[in-house]
């Protein structure tokens, strides 16, 4: 059992579904350049490889507190909200819904996370 939330657990899940070396990319990159020396230039996978990575950090980024707000993003103007600034963003926040967006249409997808 994880104590993640489940929009961390469902974008962990979709990212992990992504095959930078998937097949339909390798038919479309010449089969000789793959053939002769193991990659394309394209760079395809690595750019793949590299925004799942970046988008695990962002991920990482913003956390839940124990309050269930995220630690990063606020509602508002920014300053301290003692000071009549700025509220944390529930959770899941505004930048962690729109990157479950790509995804809306999968049947674990919570209508919840919906950005609209």
């Given at each position: 059992m994880t104590?993640?939330?489940?929009?961390?657990?469902f974008l962990?899940?979709?990212?992990?579904?992504?095959?930078?070396?998937?097949?339909?990319?390798?038919?479309?990159?010449?089969?000789?350049?793959?053939?002769?020396?193991?990659?394309?230039?394209?760079?395809?996978?690595?750019?793949?490889?590299?925004?799942?990575?970046?988008?695990?950090?962002?991920?990482?980024?913003?956390?839940?507190?124990?309050?269930?707000?995220?630690?990063?993003?606020?509602?508002?103007?920014?300053?301290?909200?003692?000071?009549?600034?700025?509220?944390?963003?529930?959770?899941?926040?505004?930048?962690l819904r729109?990157?479950?967006?790509?995804?809306?249409?999968?049947?674990?997808?919570?209508?919840?996370?919906?950005?609209?």
């Open positions: 104590d993640e939330h489940p929009i961390a657990v962990k899940a979709r990212w992990d579904e992504i095959d930078p070396d998937d097949a339909h990319h390798r038919h479309e990159c010449d089969f000789r350049q793959l053939e002769f020396f193991g990659d394309c230039s394209c760079r395809v996978p690595e750019l793949t490889r590299r925004d799942i990575e970046a988008k695990r950090q962002i991920l990482d980024e913003h956390s839940i507190t124990n309050d269930s707000v995220c630690s990063t993003c606020v509602t508002g103007r920014w300053g301290y909200p003692a000071h009549g600034g700025a509220d944390p963003q529930p959770y899941p926040c505004r930048t729109l990157l479950a967006q790509r995804d809306a249409d999968h049947d674990d997808f919570d209508p919840g996370w919906s950005t609209d």
